[in-house]
């Protein structure tokens, strides 16, 4: 063995070396070889005497010496052990039965199999040895370089060579390289073997071992033609070897895992470095594959300090998916984001909410610019997915702060076992776990599966919701679902709706502007009518976008309070006491809202001004994930780095350094006012303290809050209650109706209307989005008249994307008109052979002024204000473009019983000028719908929806002189008339 020889100093034989293992080409030891070959056998027993045999336990073993005296040691020759290798399975011919390093090697690598395993199935394995060097003294599966020929009988070994892959050498850095010789033979006798053994129980084919890393075969996906696995970082593997396919990514981590580092020098590696602390999930699959197989038990773990510390398995409570939903006014959150987050009892030491850990599974986009080219990479893999760990107060500065987006919460029911193998699984892919990022297919939803079907025990598994778009929403879907015995023993969904919902601080801000304006109205029969009235002024002021004059406001309010309470009578002043501070607290909610509105604008501002400058700076995704990589190679050092996300900090850091240009006009007011509303957070909560500590210090502020989260779950309960649970996502309604036509008499139709999201305005939906919002995509109504042979096409549509919302800002954060109203848009096409040109395809977008609205909009009237742009064409005739301004009022009034019970009436007026035509043509529609929910049969849930519908088109031009008045001259045109009744069930 090359290493040997190089260990043995100088002793080493100067000669040149023949058959491995004799040296100046000597054939045995009976040839002549005189002095030098006496001095090699003594060499030889020395080391083999030195060395342990670690192949003394194998099974079967025959000719072995036992000691004649309990204090003496006798070593069997050569040829005894290599005739007990031979007994086992193994063959070693030639030069290799002669190297007594090689084979001590070969046995040592043996005994670090379970017994039953030694003995590799498919007949004799003959190792075979080459005096050419090459990385790792083991082939590459080129012809040049063989790992295996006539099938799998031979297995080739070559001369050691160190290797320049970093993967493979991360934990043998400190072994020399007769150790690390040592070490890599024992694991080619064990990469051999266990290719046999998989080879003979296929254990890389099944989904034990292929869900870790993602493992997909061809055609398993759209777009996957040869079998590749959703990890594509090279650390996540043993070798790089590891990534060309399941089967050798199996037999390397066995190599690793079976004969590891510290088994050639304990001292080798820190124990946290090591790969049974690394790799918990591989290391049980395997071990699960091999006592399934009936091959014996691979030995225990051990301690882990470093996971142990963390995972603080004892203090877990549950596990929680994280909804962030989108903010219902910035299209670009629409389908918003999910996140997972382990919950732990609280222990001796607190643990403040803000130090609370989530994973977030998201795209490391670094500091790069939101453009199109940022687009075009996210949906085309350019960047990737990681898994971070995070803390909880970082997650609520992003998101609940700055990105004003609320998260809502669902329980994970998983046994004790599945959250240990969670905690497992976000400890290694926060480390090794990066993939690809695809905005419609693999992204957090799909990530999210990704972690949990590992996790999951008893082959259960969570489907993704699609093939081709993988939703967030419709991931909840799939989750609830699936049903399972918890660790309390009872059965149910996976997932369950907590009612306890993060806030956004303007979502907080809305909820505390009605509960002061509550305070404020109770306080009237409790304070003086001056008092109320000086209240009640400064309250206007408090309302004002101008961040000055509510500065101002508070200056005031204290005196104010004063004189309010000093007002009250004695019987009513312990209340009157309490609406104040409720009103005061609130109203610093409200102001909260504002100064994290502001802050956020400022960091947009700086980040264009830098952007703007054209100058590299650091924060590229591609460094940020080498850099991420770089930290979590060592355990020991991560250990003394707190690694968490935190981009909002990334970017200020950033923006410090980088030069940038000279902020605009505009967005120098813009910081201005940031500035100024700062100044009067500042100065609100000053009043806020010293009220407290003064008028206000009887009030319990532990107590107000407690009541005030009291009243917020309550009314989350009753809104989850009467909600469905499911998302607008992957809709089917089948209706039967009837048409009456212009010409001729009414005739029946069926429709199937399909959609990839349909959520409605005011829609309650555990798993959906903002009742504010609606959204939907590719959503299709075909209508066909039944008769003999094939059905006639009535008419068909398709609303490509369409977005509406009704939420505005709060009166103190509207800086213009347009923060007053809500807004829509849509993109559709659709056709109907009655027209002169049947098929159009239109976008059209509007502005929504809310004349009414409830609690959560379950009862809207909004009136839309917009335009409208077509193009119609026909088989035979040009593309006719068309424009004109449109009109529409939308309205919906909720029912006795589940949210999802309500009437809906929506009708739109677009008067259009078409290219070529002499008059204006109308449009009009309108259709009042029902929509009433019957509850659940069995897995599946009805929704009824009968519906009236009129659509027109025509003109209103004026008859020629000289004819009669007729309401036909006048409308001119085609009218369609339906009634239908629909049935949804999912």
Not at 458 to 483: H, I, Q, S, Y
Not at 522 to 547: C, D, I, K, T
């Amino acid at each position: 063995m090359a290493g040997a020889g190089r260990g043995a100093g100088a002793d080493r034989p100067e000669t040149g070396r023949g058959p491995r293992g004799l040296p100046g080409g000597a054939r045995g030891s009976g040839d002549g070889g005189g002095g030098a070959l006496s001095r090699w056998a003594a060499w030889v027993l020395g080391l083999t005497c030195a060395l342990p045999v670690a192949g003394s336990a194998l099974p079967g073993r025959e000719g072995t010496l036992e000691p004649a005296d309990p204090h003496e040691t006798v070593v069997p020759d050569l040829s005894t052990r290599v005739r007990a290798l031979e007994q086992s399975g193994i063959v070693l011919r030639g030069a290799a039965a002669w190297d007594a390093a090689l084979i001590t090697e070969v046995e040592a690598g043996l005994s670090a199999l379970p017994p039953a395993m030694r003995r590799p199935p498919g007949g004799p394995l003959e190792l075979v040895v080459h005096p050419e060097s090459a990385p790792l003294g083991l082939g590459d599966g080129t012809p040049t370089r063989p790992d295996w020929t006539e099938g799998r009988a031979r297995f080739h070994l070559y001369a050691y060579a160190p290797s320049d892959e970093r993967r493979a050498t991360l934990r043998t850095a400190r072994l020399t390289d007769v150790e690390a010789e040592r070490l890599w033979r024992r694991r080619a006798v064990v990469h051999a073997v266990v290719q046999r053994w998989d080879d003979a129980r296929a254990w890389s084919d099944t989904p034990t071992w292929r869900r870790l890393s993602g493992w997909q075969k061809p055609f398993e996906r759209p777009l996957v033609w040869k079998e590749e696995a959703r990890i594509h970082y090279a650390g996540a593997y043993s070798r790089a070897l590891g990534q060309r396919g399941a089967s050798l990514d199996l037999v390397t981590f066995a190599e690793e895992l079976l004969v590891p580092v510290e088994s050639v020098r304990d001292d080798a590696l820190p124990v946290d470095d090591r790969v049974r602390c690394q790799e918990f999930s591989k290391a049980r699959a395997l071990a699960e594959l091999v006592e399934h197989a009936g091959l014996g038990r691979l030995p225990p773990r051990g301690e882990c300090p470093a996971f142990e510390a963390w995972a603080e398995l004892d203090a877990l409570s549950h596990f929680e998916v994280l909804l962030v939903a989108s903010t219902g006014r910035q299209p670009e959150s629409l389908f918003g984001h999910l996140m997972l987050r382990p919950v732990w009892r609280e222990g001796a030491v607190p643990r403040g909410p803000g130090f609370e850990r989530v994973v977030q599974l998201v795209a490391l986009t670094g500091l790069e610019s939101r453009g199109l080219g940022y687009v075009v990479k996210g949906m085309t893999g350019g960047y990737d997915t990681a898994f971070l760990t995070g803390t909880l107060g970082d997650l609520s500065h992003e998101a609940l702060e700055l990105e004003q987006r609320f998260i809502r919460r669902f329980r994970l029911r998983l046994t004790r076992g599945e959250e240990a193998r969670m905690l497992e699984r976000v400890w290694e892919l926060e480390r090794r776990g990066y993939m690809g990022y695809y905005f419609f297919t693999d992204n957090c939803a799909s990530a999210l599966l990704f972690l949990l079907n590992g996790a999951l025990e008893d082959g259960r598994k969570v489907r993704a919701p699609g093939t081709l778009w993988v939703l967030p929403t419709a991931t909840l879907d799939a989750l609830a679902r699936v049903e399972v015995v918890g660790k309390e023993g009872g059965a149910g969904p996976l997932l369950e709706y907590v009612p306890d919902t993060l806030e956004s601080t303007g979502d907080r801000a809305v909820r505390s502007h009605a509960a002061r304006e509550e305070a404020l109205s109770a306080l009237a029969a409790r304070v003086g009518a001056a008092e109320h009235a000086r209240l009640r002024e400064l309250h206007e002021r408090l309302q004002s976008p101008e961040p000055h004059v509510r500065h101002a406001a508070y200056d005031a309010l204290p005196a104010a309070v004063s004189s309010a309470l000093d007002s009250a009578s004695t019987e009513a002043r312990a209340t009157a006491r309490e609406r104040l501070h409720a009103y005061v607290a609130h109203s610093v909610r409200v102001e909260r809202a504002a100064v994290d509105r502001a802050e956020a604008e400022r960091l947009r501002i700086e980040r264009e001004r830098l952007l703007a400058v054209k100058v590299p700076v650091a924060g590229a995704a591609e460094a940020g994930v080498r850099e991420r990589q770089r930290i979590f190679e060592s355990e020991d050092a991560l250990q003394r780095r707190l690694a968490v996300l935190d981009r909002t900090t990334l970017l200020k850091d950033a923006l410090a350094a980088a030069p940038r240009r000279p902020p605009t006009p505009e967005e120098l007011r813009a910081l201005v006012r940031a500035d100024r509303t700062e100044a009067a957070f500042t100065r609100a909560t000053e009043v806020q303290g010293a009220l407290n500590d003064g008028v206000l210090a009887e009030v319990d502020p532990v107590a107000f809050l407690g009541e005030d989260h009291r009243r917020k779950v309550e009314a989350e309960t009753a809104w989850a209650e009467g909600a469905r649970r499911d998302s607008g996502a992957g809709r089917t309604v089948v209706s039967v109706g009837v048409d009456f036509p212009d010409v001729g008499r009414a005739r029946p139709v069926v429709s199937v209307r399909t959609a990839g999201m349909a959520e409605a305005l005011g829609d309650a939906r555990l798993h959906g989005f903002q009742p504010s919002s609606e959204l939907r995509v590719l959503d299709g109504e075909l209508s066909l008249e039944p008769r003999w042979g094939v059905p006639r096409v009535v008419g068909s549509q398709m609303t490509l994307v369409g977005y509406r919302t009704l939420l505005r800002e709060l009166p103190h954060l509207r800086q213009s008109t347009w923060d007053s109203l809500g807004w829509g848009a849509e993109a559709r096409v659709d056709s109907n052979p009655v027209r002169a040109l049947p098929h159009q395809a239109s976008v059209q977008a509007e502005a929504l002024m809310v004349l009414d609205e409830g609690e959560r909009f379950s009862r809207f009237t909004a009136v839309g204000v917009g335009g409208l742009a077509s193009v119609r064409w026909s088989g035979h005739a040009p593309l006719t473009p068309a424009a004109g301004p449109r009109l529409s009022v939308a309205h919906r009034t909720g029912l006795p019983g589940s949210g999802a019970n309500a009437v809906r009436l929506e009708a739109a007026y677009a008067p259009t000028w078409r290219v070529g035509d002499e008059h204006v043509t109308h449009e009009a529609g309108a259709s009042l719908q029902v929509e009433w929910w019957l509850g659940r049969a069995g897995p599946f849930g009805v929704l009824l929806t009968p519906r009236a519908q009129v659509r027109w088109e025509g003109s209103l031009a004026p008859p020629p002189l000289r004819e009669p008045l007729s309401p036909t001259t006048w409308w001119a045109g085609s009218s369609e008339r339906r009634l239908a009744l629909g049935l949804e069930m999912r």
